[in-house]
């Protein structure tokens, strides 16, 4: 026993004499261990890592001054756009990219667009303009590149259109939906059929042709027409589906009912907004041609905003200004969608009409206000962006921006001057220039300024 004892003091007697190498070789050993134990983590823990940098980075970033150190500012905006995204049903993770900073083919060029200030037309009213440029979508060059790429992704879903089977969709439009299918269909194996009516600008189907669409013009037509343009689209995919000596089947797209239209700027737009506004904005302004753009961004927003308003712009010749004013289409003494007419008499193209969607309806509650545009005070709002802002934009644009003036003007005789309000760039002027510009006439050489003032006085027209 005496034995056992005198070993076990001589061995801890040692120990403590020389416990600064044990540490030291103890730690070495357990690092070893531990990194051998974890070493199968790593992979995952540095493809999380990257992700979350990716998501924190902040977009505008500094450049720092001369003589001053590098310097990288991080701003979570993760947070903002998970809380619209989520307010909506929407797994915030599907919009992740798993692996890398890039997307596979043209759907990378659709979506998340800039939202820049308009400085010239906020100093003008005294109140923060921004507009959303969805003419930076690089599909179609249009907000209607969201929803082609979502009517297609729902059709998929369901059965309805198969990849390289031989199907192709058709669709009635003035243009911009036709351009954005065209694009996204020949990107997924479809083909293109597009009706339109032929009092359209001409460079619109010129381009649908370019994309290797086939383009059906038709004369104007009242929609209770089954010549009007949608109604013969509709028709066309029938008559597809129908001949079994065609490949694939024919599906008409349907964007004016199709409620994949306004779940594109439900999912998207309005998130999108939410998250570079840093949910602070008062006012939300649009055109309605399907009513896509402005019950999606409706429904997104008003959720987390509710004290934001809605306002609708609207060219001349639509029912919709009379029908979120009053209640009615077009009169009292009228019924709703049944006056026989072409679509909309005005030179805008793209917004307008005279009855009522589904995508309209699905958001029209929760529109407060609406502002009704002149031809004349678009064209001449048009000539103010080009002058003031150096942006060439169509006819659509110019009502917008008309519309978010008379807004901000309105705010600041009630005392809200400084007020946030968002609208949207739709186009590109090149798109209008055989019709639209062509009346707005050219703007250099004009040595008169453009007022404000002299915009939203132009004649006005209902």
Not at 124 to 138: F, H, P, R, S
Not at 316 to 343: C, D, I, W
């Amino acid at each position: 026993m005496g034995l056992f004892t005198n070993f076990f003091n001589a061995l801890w007697a040692g120990i403590l004499d020389n416990k600064g190498k044990i540490t030291s070789t103890g730690g070495f050993l357990l690092g070893i261990v531990a990194t051998l134990a974890f070493k199968d983590f790593y992979p995952d823990l540095e493809q999380s890592f990257r992700r979350r940098i990716r998501h924190v980075r902040g977009q505008q970033i500094p450049h720092p001054l001369p003589g001053q150190p590098d310097y990288v500012r991080l701003e979570d905006h993760t947070r903002r756009k998970s809380l619209a995204l989520q307010a909506i049903g929407v797994d915030p993770e599907e919009n992740k990219y798993e692996d890398s900073d890039f997307a596979t083919g043209i759907e990378g060029l659709i979506g998340d667009t800039p939202l820049i200030k308009l400085k010239s037309l906020s100093d003008a009213t005294g109140c923060e303009i921004l507009v959303k440029c969805e003419y930076l979508n690089g599909a179609g060059n249009s907000p209607k590149d969201r929803v082609a790429l979502s009517m297609i992704n729902h059709a998929e879903k369901e059965g309805l259109l198969v990849p390289d089977r031989g199907d192709t969709i058709y669709e009635g439009t003035v243009g911009s939906t036709g351009i954005s299918l065209a694009a996204v269909c020949r990107a997924r194996g479809y083909k293109a059929y597009i009706c339109m009516p032929n009092d359209q600008a001409a460079e619109k189907s010129d381009l649908l042709l370019k994309l290797g669409a086939t383009v059906e013009r038709v004369k104007p037509a009242p929609i209770v027409d089954q010549q009007q343009f949608v109604n013969l689209a509709r028709g066309r995919a029938q008559e597809h589906s129908d001949d079994p000596n065609r490949p694939g089947r024919g599906f008409f797209a349907d964007q004016f009912e199709n409620t994949a239209n306004y779940l594109a700027h439900l999912h998207t737009t309005g998130p999108e907004i939410y998250a570079q506004t840093h949910g602070k904005l008062d006012v939300f302004i649009a055109g309605a041609g399907t009513g896509g753009t402005i019950s999606g961004v409706a429904l997104a927003l008003k959720p987390l905003l509710p004290d934001m308003k809605v306002v609708l712009a609207d060219p001349q010749g639509s029912g919709l200004y009379n029908k979120v004013k009053y209640g009615v289409m077009f009169s009292p003494t009228e019924a709703e969608g049944t006056r026989r007419r072409h679509q909309v008499d005005s030179l805008v193209e793209g917004i307008g009409v005279n009855r009522l969607t589904a995508n309209f309806e699905a958001g029209m509650t929760l529109i407060d206000d609406a502002v009704k545009v002149s031809d004349e005070q678009a064209m001449q709002m048009a000539r103010w962006l080009v002058e003031k802002e150096g942006l060439f934009v169509g006819a659509s644009s110019g009502v917008n921006c008309v519309a978010a003036a008379t807004i901000a003007m309105q705010m600041v005789r009630e005392g809200k001057s400084g007020a946030r309000i968002v609208t949207v760039l739709c186009d590109s002027g090149t798109r209008h220039l055989s019709k639209f510009w062509k009346v707005a006439g050219d703007v250099g050489g004009s040595e008169e300024e453009i007022r404000l003032e002299d915009v939203l006085n132009a004649s006005k027209k209902s």
